[in-house]
């Protein structure tokens, strides 16, 4: 079956650095990858869609200076957190769509960030 | 505008006792369905989908959904509940076009023995 992998699972940072995030479709060629954040308790909420070789559509009220996303191949994206603060702090989820199902996206085990 | 409606937030059940937590959809066009399920600290797994086709969807784990068009509905279903099955559960509705999920907020599903 699509599996995504996420790398890595768990990251702690000091506040003010960066850290980059992977996600792998490990089986199949996602053209499109999307990239979410979920806080505690919460609902997942969509960041940004990314599409290989193009820029990245942020939704609304996400910085994109902030949450920089390159997806640089048919089975990675990244997902770089610039300048990191404690609000930051989250559970981030990125999800792939295999080329051949347009219906369809397959999730990551998820990224825990924490920001001291 | 689209939108997800889970109207429990939290489901308190004995184990062996029948389950059904609710979905209702707000969408313009034909909806494509989800169950997913959360374990704490983990990312989602997929239970069952809905495109098209019978109503009465089957997924992993013993659960299914009936998916009610005049209702716009779509609840999950299982008819013993086992203790591994606590979790969160979420209902998504995917666009036609596939590039926009929309989630409900969840319902977390504790079970007691």
């Known amino acids: 079956g699509a599996v995504v992998s996420q790398h890595p699972s768990w990251v702690i940072c000091k506040s003010g650095t960066s850290v980059k995030i992977e996600c792998r479709s490990l089986d199949f060629q996602a053209t499109t990858m999307f990239w979410y954040r979920q806080f505690p308790k919460q609902s997942l909420m969509l960041m940004a869609t990314s599409n290989e070789g193009s820029k990245a559509t942020y939704e609304q009220g996400v910085e994109k200076d902030k949450f920089l996303i390159n997806h640089a191949s048919l089975t990675l994206s990244t997902l770089t957190v610039t300048s990191a603060h404690p609000e930051d702090s989250s559970f981030y989820i990125c999800s792939a769509r295999d080329w051949r199902e347009v219906y369809e996206q397959y999730f990551g085990p998820g990224t825990r960030l924490t920001v001291t | 505008a689209q939108s997800v409606t889970q109207p429990d937030i939290h489901i308190t059940v004995s184990e062996g006792a029948s389950l059904e937590l609710r979905c209702n959809y707000s969408?313009?066009?034909?909806?494509?369905l989800f169950w997913y399920v959360q374990s704490p600290g983990q990312g989602l797994q997929l239970l069952l989908k809905?495109?098209?086709?019978?109503?009465l969807v089957q997924g992993i784990k013993g659960f299914e959904a009936e998916f009610k068009r005049s209702q716009s509905s779509f609840n999950l279903r299982k008819p013993s509940v086992h203790w591994s099955d606590a979790a969160e559960y979420f209902c998504?509705?995917?666009?036609?076009?596939?590039?926009?999920?929309?989630f409900g907020t969840g319902t977390s599903l504790t079970v007691i023995p």
């Open positions: 969408y313009g066009a034909t909806p494509y």
């Open positions: 998504a509705v995917g666009a036609s076009t596939g590039n926009q999920f929309y």
């Open positions: 809905y495109f098209s086709g019978d109503t």
